[in-house]
């Protein structure tokens, strides 16, 4: 069995400062990883995807991601946030590279606030 | 393009009702999921159709929920005897493939309130 842990429910952060979103999950298994974003009164949309090779993952909206294996983290980062980033996150994981359905799970959530 | 489009966005309805979700999703993605949404919790993994296999049902919380997706594109969650404990949004996403490495893509959900 697989689970996802996002430590931090919410998260203010003044605009142009860094912001660090944290996620660390637990699979006896090799996982593909995934950020999504929730908008008020919208669905998820996907930020960016770890499926294999660089650890370092880029997505859209200048957010990345690092796969860190032995720490069993996929922390999401962004250097500079705006008031537009103001928004729910959500970390998922699911079993990889087993070329078919594997359900995804998702933490519950991280809201950033960000601060004018 | 068009992407997953739910209906009705909202839903007040009474205990003991039958309710009726309808979900669309992007025109050829074979994959179709229904996921939960409550105040405070993480998406609930409900039910996943892929192709013409049988569905993966694993997630539905009690025989009053169930879904059927016909012709292999629009699905719809059916909740019968409406329970205050019902109250979420429900989310549709869909796939290209019912892949792992495949992300999924969100509709706005139904937000459904039971009174």
């Known amino acids: 069995a697989q689970s996802v842990t996002q430590l931090d429910s919410q998260v203010p952060v003044f605009e142009e400062a860094p912001v660090e979103l944290r996620c660390n999950y637990s699979s006896s298994v090799s996982v593909y990883l995934f950020w999504y974003v929730q908008y008020p009164n919208q669905g998820l949309q996907l930020l960016l995807k770890?499926?294999?090779?660089?650890?370092l993952v880029k997505g859209i909206n200048g957010f990345e991601a690092e796969f860190n294996k032995s720490q069993t983290s996929f922390h999401l980062r962004k250097p500079s946030v705006h008031i537009s980033d103001t928004a729910e996150y959500f970390c998922a994981v699911t079993q990889g590279a087993s070329g078919g359905y594997q359900k995804v799970t998702f933490g519950i959530g991280t809201k950033l606030q960000v601060i004018p | 393009g068009a992407g997953v489009s739910q209906s009705p966005s909202n839903k007040v309805t009474e205990k003991g009702k039958d309710v009726e979700l309808r979900c669309d999703p992007i025109s050829g993605h074979t994959a179709l999921y229904w996921y939960r949404q409550s105040l405070g919790q993480g998406l609930e993994f409900l039910i996943y159709f892929q192709g013409n296999s049988a569905p993966d049902k694993s997630g539905l919380p009690s025989d009053r929920f169930s879904a059927e997706r016909t012709g292999g594109s629009v699905s719809t969650l059916t909740i019968q005897r409406t329970q205050q404990e019902d109250s979420a949004v429900y989310l549709c996403?869909?796939?290209?493939?019912?892949?792992?490495?495949?992300?999924?893509?969100f509709g706005d959900g139904t937000r459904l309130s039971i009174l």
């Open positions: 996403a869909s796939s290209l493939e019912g892949g792992s490495n495949q992300p999924q893509h």
């Open positions: 770890y499926l294999s090779g660089s650890t």
